[in-house]
């Protein structure tokens, strides 16, 4: 199994650079940023795991910055969002910057991509809260144009480009419906979720993977639905603390890569905790 890790990197904790090699010496799998561009102060929306919000939120590095850095110093290290706040982004720029970072890091890019959970932050962005999902598949349509072989126009509900020369392409080759790096969603299990993964992902990004006993059955039902290779399904557990027995549960399941949770911490407890989770790797 592999192993990565995933963290809140801010101005206050271990840099980019350092973490980036630390884990690459020891053996770590990847590395995936989360992503806020701000958090309004007056906001209404609850924090999804209870209490007050953590300050990290509001304080989180660019995760294509921060991993355009570790991607320089590394050669074999998977660099990873999760998750890229889709519907907050301009969708020509987002493509450019996700294909040349996966073609500067030797196709070793995976895009986690979400829905968010802060009305407040995504309101900022124009984003109107019922119709994110929509919108995220739509710009990842527009995307995938983008990063097709040939110059091809995309025209949607929410979106349009013309046929383009859009270089550099990401390194990873079409594979089905998808086109553009490594693509995982990440979200509670659903059908509406299930269905978009299906539709123009590799795989599924869940928090936490509770309940994975009960709902990989369901999303291998409606990917092979869709079409899909059943061997072609990913998922990732993501923001793990782990156990033995929990990765060997996983295992059981037929997971390959897990994603643990580090604090967002300063060099010295960020390194000594990678030392406890070296049993794991």
């Keep these: 199994m592999r192993i990565a890790v995933t963290i809140f990197l801010t101005d206050e904790t271990i840099a980019p650079v350092r973490l980036a090699r630390e884990l690459e010496e020891r053996g770590f799998a990847g590395l995936y940023l989360p992503e806020h561009t701000h958090i309004p102060v007056e906001r209404t929306t609850p924090y999804p795991a209870g209490g007050e919000l953590p300050r990290e939120y509001g304080r989180t590095l660019d995760p294509f910055v921060a991993l355009g850095q570790a991607a320089a110093v590394t050669e074999r290290l998977g660099l990873g969002t999760g998750i890229t706040l889709v519907a907050q982004h301009d969708p020509v720029d987002l493509a450019k910057q996700i294909a040349t970072l ?14 968010g959970w802060n009305v407040e932050e995504a309101a900022d962005h124009g984003v109107q809260w019922r119709t994110r999902r929509e919108l995220t598949r739509d710009r990842m349509a527009l995307m995938r144009a983008l990063w097709a072989e040939e110059p091809t ?3 949607g509900e929410f979106g349009s480009v013309r046929a383009s020369f859009a270089h550099p392409k990401p390194a990873q080759e079409p594979r089905g419906p998808v086109v553009g790096p490594r693509t995982l969603i990440g979200g509670g299990a659903g059908p509406k979720l299930f269905a978009h993964i299906a539709e123009y992902a590799d795989g599924w990004l869940p928090i936490g993977g509770r309940g994975l006993s009960e709902s990989l059955p369901v999303l291998r039902s409606a990917w092979a639905d869709a079409g899909r290779d059943p061997a072609a399904l990913q998922v990732v557990p993501y923001a793990v603390l782990p156990t033995p027995g929990k990765l060997a549960h996983y295992t059981e399941l037929g997971i390959e890569e897990v994603v ?22």
């Design 102 to 115: 996966d073609h500067l890091s030797g196709g070793r890019f995976t895009l986690g991509l979400g829905y």
């Design 153 to 155: 126009s995309y025209e």
């Design 260 to 281: 643990l949770q580090l604090p967002p911490a300063r060099e010295a407890e960020v390194l000594g905790l990678l030392d406890g989770y070296a049993e794991y790797v």
